[in-house]
């Protein structure tokens, strides 16, 4: 029970922090959940299943094009959002079963190659995605309770979104494929040799996440009422990829932190100078440099330094009896 | 019927020829030990045996069903699982974890999406078996990073005997082991269920003596002579060529 407080504590500040926002604030959370959902889906292959993609926006691109495209003929937003999953996993799947037999930097590239591929047919396809101009969304967010379209609607949407993706990305990675994704990650050969078709987990974790990228980019349809070909660009995907990093490679919680950290700061950079890139540079390369781990870990740390120093207050003879078995201990090495 | 039977084996790397028409077999409950100076080409033919390398020439069946075509994964299914020289296992994972994943390799629900791992109630079951038996319970919540050498090699054998194998082929258990942890290894080697066919390459001869049921004797890529342990301790050119007359005679005193 104790576990639940704090995931508890979180979805009750999400659903009343827009008491406290500005209606551009509430806006700008919004685009905060979609790019964590979407953060979320690369964080699974990245931190989990060990295969860096520098393509995924591909993916988060599929899922705005098909509400997009598909939204002119079929008004329902329930099947909208689902082909949007349903498509992006199957590309996912399929691209999947190729790219996954190369790892490292060939993967990286492979992916990379894959959705500059899908940039230049939504660019050249001028008849059907408008090229360059992009495209109108005609669906509306509607869940069956009238048209979503103010901040407020969309914000707790989004909301409720990025909590489901959440706790079933959690659920994912506690279960037995879960599990064997990781074990996949930390060392593939003996995965094999305790009988695992390693190939097989990688495309779980890649359509998987395929799926939850194409449902982030089917939001951000609705959200933004227009889809573009930068959705499908690497610059997007390098982006997300900075937001990862940032946040915490290998968790859960890390990849929403880094979505706001830089979500919110390219917004507050920006309005000061167009050299906001520049800055985010700076930041991004002294995560990598000297904040292994990103934000998550820091706060792990800070959380056990917290955690320590509140069970030295409540227990002051375990702690004294502590100190001197550890000053017994220097003694004996420095002996 | 013999369990595990090699035939013709032969590997090559770009033109050098490290194993050449290897055959063994091994049988039911049978404990094979495969010995031969470095380089002699004995771990090749363990990686040939399990999948991990492709083999040139050859077969390889087990209980008469030929495998020498299947990934390596789909070997253990057929009931067959190894160890390394070099210890391979998930050093950032909790020695528990590791056995779950071992555990679990060969289990239905393998792929099950949602569930949690720890809610299947066999496994867990099995996991504590295993890690009381190898005496790691104490240690199951450290990172296998964490312990010494000669617990990790424990783990190493552990992980291959959690997904239940007809025959397990060890390569040198003890290698790295201090005196101690080597007699200990030794112990539980000769107290595995005779369920489980044994293929061991091992160097430590006092090691080979106490569990073989029969040697082979790997040189040059080639099978040099295999037979009983005392024909193996008595033949003189094995003497002569291997061990310098040495090692078999302290084995023996």
């Known amino acids: 029970m104790k576990k639940m407080i704090f995931p508890a504590a979180i979805a009750v500040l999400l659903l009343i922090l827009p008491v406290m926002l500005t209606s551009y604030g509430i806006k700008l959370t919004a685009e905060v959940f979609i790019m964590s959902i979407f953060v979320l889906s690369l964080g699974l292959i990245t931190g989990y299943a060990g295969l860096v993609s520098l393509g995924h926006a591909a993916f988060f691109g599929i899922g705005a094009y098909t509400i997009a495209l598909l939204g002119k003929f079929v008004p329902n937003t329930f099947v909208l959002l689902a082909s949007a999953i349903i498509f992006a996993a199957l590309i996912a799947l399929l691209t999947g079963f190729l790219f996954i037999r190369s790892s490292g930097a060939y993967f990286l590239m492979i992916t990379l190659a894959f959705s500059q591929m899908l940039y230049a047919v939504a660019y050249k396809l001028k008849g059907v995605t408008g090229g360059s101009d992009g495209m109108s969304v005609a669906a509306s967010l509607d869940f069956g309770f009238g048209p979503i379209s103010g901040s407020m609607g969309l914000y707790y949407v989004m909301a409720v979104s990025v909590m489901i993706c959440y706790v079933l990305l959690r659920m994912f990675i506690n279960s037995p494929a879960g599990k064997a994704i990781i074990g996949v990650k930390e060392n593939e050969s003996r995965m094999r040799a305790l009988g695992y078709s390693v190939r097989s987990y990688k495309l779980l974790a890649y359509t998987i996440s395929g799926g939850i990228a194409g449902y982030a980019g089917g939001l951000y349809a609705f959200y933004n009422y227009f889809v573009s070909p930068d959705t499908l660009n690497w610059n997007f995907s390098g982006q997300v990829l900075v937001m990862i990093i940032i946040g915490g490679v290998g968790t859960l919680f890390g990849p929403p932190i880094g979505a706001a950290v830089f979500v919110i700061l390219q917004n507050y950079i920006s309005s000061y100078t167009e050299r906001w890139p520049m800055i985010m540079g700076v930041i991004f390369v002294a995560f990598v440099l000297y904040g292994r781990g990103g934000i998550a870990n820091l706060l792990l740390l800070a959380w056990r330094k917290i955690s320590r120093r509140q069970k030295e207050i409540n227990s002051p003879a375990l702690n004294s009896s502590e100190k001197i078995s550890k000053d017994e201990t220097k003694g004996v090495t420095e002996a | 019927m013999s369990l595990l039977k090699v035939e013709g084996l032969s590997k090559s790397f770009k033109g050098l020829q490290v194993l050449k028409n290897v055959s063994l077999e091994v049988e039911p409950e049978e404990r094979h030990i495969i010995i031969g100076p470095n380089g002699a080409g004995k771990t090749t033919l363990f990686n040939c045996i399990t999948g991990v390398l492709p083999i040139n020439e050859g077969t390889v069946s087990i209980q008469g069903k030929m495998i020498a075509d299947l990934p390596s994964h789909t070997r253990v299914s057929e009931g067959m699982s190894r160890t390394f020289q070099k210890n391979n296992l998930f050093g950032k994972l909790t020695v528990e974890e590791n056995v779950h994943l071992a555990v679990t390799a060969r289990k239905s629900y393998r792929f099950k999406l949602f569930k949690s791992l720890l809610s299947y109630k066999d ?105 009983k342990p005392e024909e193996i301790r008595n033949d003189q050119r094995v003497k002569d060529i291997y061990f310098g007359g040495g090692a078999l005679q302290r084995a023996e005193a």
């Open chain 2, 123 to 227: 496994m867990q079951q099995e996991s504590q078996d295993l890690l009381k038996e190898w005496d790691l319970w104490e240690r199951r919540n450290q990172t296998v990073d964490e312990l010494s050498y000669g617990e990790q090699r424990l783990v190493e054998i552990m992980l291959a005997i959690a997904t239940k194998p007809t025959i397990l082929l060890l390569d040198e258990p003890t290698s790295g082991m201090s005196p101690a942890e080597t007699i200990q290894t030794t112990k539980l080697i000769q107290k595995l269920p005779r369920t489980i066919s044994l293929l061991v390459i091992e160097h430590d001869m006092e090691v080979v003596f106490s569990i073989a049921d029969r040697i082979t004797v790997l040189h040059h890529g080639e099978v040099f002579l295999s037979g």
